[in-house]
């Protein structure tokens, strides 16, 4: 597979603290968002948890209007402004806020963004129902989400216990874990629980939302894996693009 963004030679193999294999970086722009290009070209894109802007800057790449990344480790945001400077995208074009995405999404606009990328941090909070009610009333058209998925299976003694009268089918279930938050990857703020959603509470969780969406399909022959995107493959890890419907 040829790849329209590529990241050999960028300075995000050096600043990212997230596993920065370059094919993997590469599969993920690839699949995540060259493949959902007319989400990103034209558009106004708001990029949460942007870490060091690899993906801030694969959208500039692709011909967005205008990107917001959204970080709260300052130290990122630096290292951020620092590499898109150095790759010589132009300043007005793209923006990043040191900020909590919450707190941020608060006080966005309807309509302000078209695209809202959250990539790598729906498995770090516990409060996925009120982001995503966040996210949905800045009215976007597209949501382009990237989370690991928990894949504990519950046994069917524990599901026929959660089972009531009331309950027409069980939507899906979520593991809390406590996160070390001296990772730079981690949850940032006032609480290390973090809720990793296993898929069918995404997927449930996205209807919930008012989302039409379709799964984003890494068992595609072309992409290859050399043991770095295994977690894609085995669907520990799941993408999804999602657009709001009307109602
Ligand atoms: C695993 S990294 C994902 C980075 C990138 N989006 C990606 O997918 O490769 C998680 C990022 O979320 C950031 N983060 C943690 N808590 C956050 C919060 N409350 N609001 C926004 N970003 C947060 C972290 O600082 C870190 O940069």
């Not at 070209?41 to 011909?63: E, I, P």
């Not at 981690?186 to 990793?196: C, D, E, Q, R, Y």
């Amino acid at each position: 597979m040829s790849f329209t963004v590529e990241y050999q030679n960028t300075p995000f193999l050096k600043t990212s603290r997230v596993k920065k294999d370059v094919s993997r970086l590469n599969y993920r722009c690839e699949l995540l968002l060259t493949q959902n290009s007319h989400a990103i070209r034209n558009k106004r894109v708001l990029d949460l948890a942007s870490h060091d802007g690899l993906f801030t800057y694969a959208c500039l790449k692709l011909g967005a209007r205008y990107v917001v990344g959204v970080e709260p480790r300052s130290n990122l945001v630096s290292d951020a402004n620092e590499n898109l400077r150095s790759l010589g995208c132009k300043t007005n074009q793209y923006e990043f806020v040191i900020d909590d995405a919450f707190d941020y999404l608060s006080t966005v606009e309807e309509e302000q963004f078209d695209t809202i990328l959250c990539f790598g941090f729906f498995y770090h909070i516990k409060n996925q129902t009120e982001l995503l009610d966040l996210i949905t009333s800045t009215k976007p058209k597209y949501l382009i989400l990237d989370t690991f998925v928990e894949d504990f299976q519950l046994p069917k003694a524990e599901l026929h216990g959660i089972r009531r009268r009331e309950t027409k089918k069980i939507a899906g279930y979520m593991v809390f874990y406590q996160e070390d938050q001296d990772f730079d990857m981690a949850s940032f703020g006032s609480s290390n629980l973090v809720g990793m959603p296993n898929k069918s509470l995404v997927e449930a969780l996205l209807i919930d939302g008012g989302f039409n969406f379709k799964q984003i399909n890494w068992n595609d022959e072309n992409v290859i894996d050399r043991g770095d995107i295994t977690d894609y493959k085995k669907q520990t890890r799941v993408s999804y693009i999602a657009e709001t419907t009307d109602s």
